[in-house]
């Protein structure tokens, strides 16, 4: 399957921003979908993901703030982020699994998107 994110760019803190990852060349109901981040000079890092029965999860520091959601019909995952923090700013990856666990684990996912950058100004 093929990933192609966007929507990412320059916010205002406090501000809201939606990115949008979309997949092609696979069934893509057929996957779990996730969302990674990587700042300057830091590992990619967790940040929500679909698990079984669609179950979502989140890195601690965004729950609240973020909301992963999914559109089968268009082979499209979201990830709406409000109360965006100077903190938040990063390039933002999505990412497609076949397993139903190890949501939280980059080495799970198979596919990966080329990324969005995220900047969020104080």
Same mark, same amino acid.
């Given at each position: ?20 990852? +979309?997949?092609?060349?696979? =069934?893509?109901?057929?996957?779990? $979908? ?8 830091? /590992?990619? /890092?967790?940040? +929500? ?5 669609? #179950?979502?999860?989140? =890195? ?12 089968? +019909? ?6 709406? $982020? ?6 938040? #700013? ?28 995220? #900047?969020?100004?104080?």
């Amino acid at each position: 399957v093929q990933l192609q994110a966007s929507g990412g760019g320059l916010v205002q803190a406090g501000g809201s921003l939606r990115v949008s990852c +979309a997949a092609s060349g696979s =069934t893509f109901s057929n996957y779990y $979908m996730g969302w990674f981040r990587q700042a300057p000079g830091n /590992e990619r /890092e967790f940040v +929500a993901a679909f698990s079984w029965h669609s #179950t979502t999860y989140y =890195t601690d520091s965004v729950k609240g703030r973020f909301t992963i959601s999914r559109d089968n +019909a268009k082979n499209t995952v979201y990830l709406q $982020m409000n109360s965006l923090k100077p903190e938040d #700013t990063a390039v933002y990856y999505c990412a497609a699994r076949s397993s139903g666990t190890a949501w939280q684990h980059s080495q799970a996912y198979d596919y990966w998107g080329q990324g969005t950058q995220v #900047t969020v100004s104080s």
